[in-house]
């Protein structure tokens, strides 16, 4: 998929999702087309109809952030959705090679938004940088909450014990990477972990979208979305919905086989000069979440030594 048509399958997406009595527009007799027609979003953007026809079609490159921002406030998007189309819009105008998996449909629309798929070459074996030591001593020093490191693709590149004892089961895409995208969807414990393991999904293949978007061609983020895209059929069904997702704040549950039931609050800090790459921290809103967080710190204690004692 070349990025003009990434663009237009992105606002025919949210098109269909604005009902009409949202933005004002009265309702008369049976509608033939979910959501917004073209000539609606047009009038409301303030745009030609056979511009945002040709949009929607990938037949127009490099419309201004002036008629962007218009279409934005006209489907109603949020601020994750508004910086995804002007990062859509960007790449309209480079063309990216093609994909080495275009022979299979799902495939091919994964990879035209990330860059080559899994197998497609020797990008993805440069290693990444490496984590800086004052990283990995924050990591520490924050020991008594869960919190890591995460990379573009969801990459688990650094995380601290409490970090691992609260999600052990993150598997990684290839040996000695764990990735938090690859745990949800294709690790049943994860399943277990997460009560809300549908909300957990939609945010997960959300960020991969956002990501993707504000990353074209990393070849590591493509290799993960094709993966997950082979073989879960839910991946797949949230990636070709369009959504976008960015996990700044909120609260997360978790089902722990040691401590039970836990609503953690987390932070999402970007670090600039890193490559992308975000510290996560989670903290307990409650006593109850810092009972079990207390609990879950004391076995990942280390063991004690000569002249120490255990209670």
């Known amino acids: 998929m070349n990025p003009s048509s990434e663009l237009g399958a992105f606002l025919k997406s949210r098109r269909s999702?604005?009902?009409?009595?949202?933005?004002?527009?009265?309702?008369?007799?049976?509608?033939?087309?979910?959501?917004?027609?073209?000539?609606?979003?047009?009038?409301?953007?303030?745009?030609?109809l056979v511009y945002y026809t040709r949009l929607e079609q990938g037949r127009a490159r490099h419309p201004s952030d002036a008629v962007l921002d218009a279409l934005a406030r006209a489907l109603r998007l949020r601020p994750e959705e508004r910086a995804h189309l002007h990062d859509l819009a960007r790449r309209s105008a480079r063309r990216l090679p093609r994909p080495a998996t275009a022979g299979r449909p799902h495939e091919a629309a994964v990879s035209g938004a990330c860059g080559p798929a899994e197998g497609a070459g020797d990008a993805d074996t440069v290693p990444d940088p490496p984590v800086r030591e004052e990283l990995r001593?924050?990591?520490?020093?924050?020991?008594?909450?869960?919190?890591y490191l995460l990379g573009p693709a969801m990459d688990v590149l650094a995380a601290n014990d409490l970090a691992h004892a609260l999600v052990g089961g993150a598997d990684g895409a290839s040996p000695g990477r764990a990735n938090l995208a690859r745990h949800v969807f294709l690790d049943a414990a994860a399943r277990e972990l997460y009560p809300r393991w549908a909300d957990v999904a939609r945010q997960t293949a959300g960020f991969l979208r956002l990501s993707a978007g504000r990353r074209p061609g990393d070849a590591r983020l493509g290799r993960v979305v094709t993966e997950l895209s082979r073989h879960s059929p839910e991946f797949r069904q949230l990636w070709a919905a369009q959504e976008v997702r960015e996990k700044t704040y909120g609260v997360k549950s978790f089902r722990h086989p040691l401590v039970g039931r836990l609503d953690l609050a987390y932070e999402t800090l970007s670090l600039p000069g890193d490559e992308g790459r975000r510290l996560v921290v989670f903290t307990a809103p409650d006593p109850r979440a810092d009972a079990a967080l207390r609990l879950l710190g004391s076995w990942t204690a280390p063991a004690p030594g000569p002249g120490r004692h255990v209670h």
């Open 17 to 48: 999702r604005v009902a009409p009595g949202a933005v004002g527009l009265p309702v008369v007799g049976r509608r033939r087309v979910a959501g917004l027609r073209r000539e609606e979003v047009a009038d409301l953007a303030g745009v030609s």
């Open 137 to 147: 001593r924050l990591l520490a020093a924050v020991g008594a909450v869960p919190a």
